[in-house]
């Protein structure tokens, strides 16, 4: 299994980004596909889900902003980020969950907020 995101970078506060995650060696339209993210010093964090179905989640300071979204063709998941904030900085992760308690992560992309 490997999920491998991209589109990470530096951008202004207010910029946007879109991250991308592509999955191979699971059925990807069984998974609820989510984005996590880590600021140093800080516990893991739910940013986002979506679920199998396309039900949604978000987290408090994400909602309105950021919308997570999911090509299952392509066994892609997005996440767009805008109006970015200093406080969005952190390593963002991909996540993976499915049945019989089944987990997988990517290996995380930087994403600097910074003038």
């Known amino acids: 299994v490997q999920l491998v995101e991209s589109g990470g970078g530096l951008v202004q506060p207010g910029g946007s980004l879109r991250l991308s995650c592509a999955a ?3 059925i990807f ?3 609820t596909m989510a984005w996590y993210r880590q600021a ?3 516990q893991r964090e739910l940013v986002a889900e979506i679920k199998s179905g396309g039900n949604t989640n978000y987290e408090d300071s994400a909602e309105g902003r950021f919308f997570i979204s999911r090509d299952d063709a392509k066994n892609t998941v997005y996440l767009q980020m805008n109006s970015l ?4 900085t952190a390593v963002y992760y991909c996540y993976a969950g499915g049945v019989f308690g089944l987990k997988f992560w990517g290996q ?6 910074s003038s």
Not at 85 to 88: A, G
Not at 108 to 113: C, R, S
Request: charged share 20%.
């Open 108 to 113: 995380g992309t930087q994403v600097t907020v």
């Open 29 to 31: 339209n069984m998974y």
């Open 24 to 26: 191979s060696g699971i």
């Open 40 to 42: 140093p010093g800080k």
């Open 85 to 88: 904030k200093p406080e969005d």
